[in-house]
């Protein structure tokens, strides 16, 4: 990724921290097109907080043997804590996909839809994904999402 492209995305989504309402971006394109380089690079910039959900312990991990039972009201619910206990003003959530590919395409909305009108009760959140475009994001979005989304490869 170019500085200038770097710096573009930074632009779209520098905001989010302080924001009152919506504190949900997201990185999205396909598989291998540089998402998790950029979230990566987009925390070590501004010092935010980045969990790789698939790698990090004490996440995916812990979901051995009842993941086909944790839906996105229990995702939720723990992203609730996570951002509630996260000391720096944005929490970036990457490979998520692991997770959201085992619910259905209605659970999938449904928690697109409550994280794109998260509040400013605890720190902003940056998902990274290749199961969501930009197109279908705005379709779920509020009519007045500041739409912080940043594309990837031709997402």
């Not at 979230?39 to 043997?65: S, V």
């Not at 996105?72 to 003003?89: I, M, S, Y």
């Amino acid at each position: 990724m170019t500085d200038d492209a770097f710096a573009a995305a930074l632009r779209r989504v520098a905001a989010l921290p302080r924001a009152v309402r919506f504190r949900c971006g997201w990185i999205v394109g396909p598989p291998a097109s540089g998402k998790t380089q950029l979230a990566r690079r987009l925390a070590q910039h501004q010092g935010w907080a980045y969990l790789d959900y698939t790698r990090d312990p004490g996440y995916f991990d812990r979901l051995d043997g009842r993941i086909t039972g944790y839906r996105d009201g229990h995702f939720l619910r723990d992203l609730a804590q996570w951002r509630a206990d996260c000391p720096r003003p944005l929490l970036i959530l990457d490979e998520l996909d692991a997770l959201v590919a085992f619910w259905t395409a209605a659970e999938r909305r449904s928690w697109m839809h409550a994280m794109l009108r998260l509040d400013a009760s605890a720190c902003a959140v940056i998902g990274v994904t290749h199961l969501f475009g930009a197109a279908e994001l705005h379709q779920l979005a509020p009519p007045d999402w500041d739409q912080a989304v940043i594309e990837t490869g031709g997402a």
